[in-house]
């Protein structure tokens, strides 16, 4: 895998790949800084900034181009590689087509990252800027028009916030966050589906709650559904059902709404015959009790769902009692994590733990290992 670590002026992204260097096997890949280094870049890193990094022995991996770097580790994606020259949105067009690539944004606040330049700057014997020549010299680095770097961060798969304290607690949070885990570049199954089922929820209608769902044989969908009003009527959001209109609880009146669930609208496309006997169900909620009893009766087998809903332990039962096996999953979720939130799990206890697991389930584990959202899912209910 390829991991290209963007960021901000002492930011952190030097330590992490530092950190993956020494502890994970990776190793250091770099473009050499020509005339086509943006001039904002240079003005941050000309900047009387002590490296933070060794002399790099790696100069063998050391290439002029972003196309000469990724012929080289097309040939050994295999092997383990991390770049911190991470410089304009072209390079970043061409390294995120490749499937062995992530990329990763690393920020820190302002006051922090300075308290680093100036700690830096002692460790060196140089005069540290003033705070406010630092922020200058911080804004044209991330938002001098076509040159900063801020439009890149929020095209990383994943968005770290380093306020670590110490390079201690940031490899902790580091290490728990499992940077080396390639299921980040390609998702399992479980994954894949869950996020068909909430693409499918952003075609919902329903003023209640945005649901999506789809039915999967051997791998394969055979159908996928969303909430709303039926075919003809009027949408939902455009006044289509009184019930969901007004602001009644959730769950409230329910024999008077018009709108069919994910689920029904999944299952009735599909039809008994193509669900057959190994129909796995993935849907973004829980299953309402109504929907249940149908999906017992077409023959699903599995439902896999992601956020809980308002009747749960009565589905569990109907699944329980008609042999339906009922689990949830979780994907990783996409957005900021703040590594000091990153607390840490024994990775070995982890791994012992998942190794007893059947694939599915180790799959399954694998991805919920992946990261700690800054904000927790508040599930809504309808
Ligand atoms: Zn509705
Ligand atoms: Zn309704
Ligand atoms: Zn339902």
């Known amino acids: ?68 770097l990724l012929d080289f580790v097309t040939l050994r994606w295999r092997e383990r590689w991390v770049t911190t020259d991470i410089w304009d949105d072209k390079a970043v067009d061409t390294l995120l087509r490749r499937p062995f690539f992530l990329l990763v944004s690393v920020d820190a606040p302002v006051s922090v990252r300075w308290q680093r330049f100036k700690d830096r700057c002692a460790a060196n014997k140089l005069t540290p800027p003033s705070l406010e020549e630092f922020v200058l010299r911080n804004d044209a680095h991330l938002f001098a028009p076509s040159t900063g770097l801020q439009a890149l961060f929020g095209r990383a798969q994943l968005k770290l916030l380093n306020s670590t304290v110490s390079i201690a607690s940031l490899h902790t949070a580091i290490k728990v966050l499992d940077l080396p885990n390639e299921a980040r570049l390609r998702p399992s199954w479980d994954q894949y589906f869950m996020q068909l089922a909430d693409l499918a929820a952003h075609r919902c209608n329903c003023m209640k709650r945005r649901v999506g769902c789809v039915i999967v044989r051997e791998k394969r969908v055979i159908s996928t559904g969303y909430n709303g009003t039926p075919r003809g009527m009027t949408n939902c959001n455009e006044g289509g059902c009184p019930r969901c209109n007004n602001a009644a609880k959730g769950g409230a009146d329910l024999s008077t709404c018009l709108c069919l669930h994910a689920e029904e609208n999944a299952l009735l496309e599909a039809g008994r015959d193509r669900i057959g006997e190994k129909s796995i169900l993935y849907c973004n909620t829980c299953p309402c009790l109504t929907c249940s009893v149908k999906i017992t009766q077409v023959g699903i087998s599995e439902v896999v769902y992601n956020q809980g809903y308002l009747v749960d332990t009565k589905t569990a039962e109907i699944f329980a009692e008609s042999g339906v096996r009922l689990r949830q999953f979780s994907p990783p979720r996409n957005g900021l994590v703040d590594l000091s939130l990153n607390l840490p799990r024994d990775p070995i206890a982890r791994a012992e733990e998942v190794s007893t697991e059947s694939e599915d389930v180790r799959e399954t584990l694998d991805n919920e290992n992946f990261v700690r959202p800054i904000v927790s899912a508040k599930s809504m209910k309808a």
């Open 1 to 68: 895998m390829l991991l290209g670590l963007c960021g901000g002026i002492c930011a952190g992204k030097s330590s992490i790949a530092s950190y993956l260097v020494d502890e994970h096997r990776f190793k250091r890949i770099r473009l050499s800084r020509t005339a086509a280094t943006p001039a904002v870049e240079k003005s941050a890193s000309n900047a009387s900034l002590p490296s933070a990094e060794p002399s790099p022995a790696d100069a063998n991996y050391t290439f002029a181009t972003v196309d000469d």
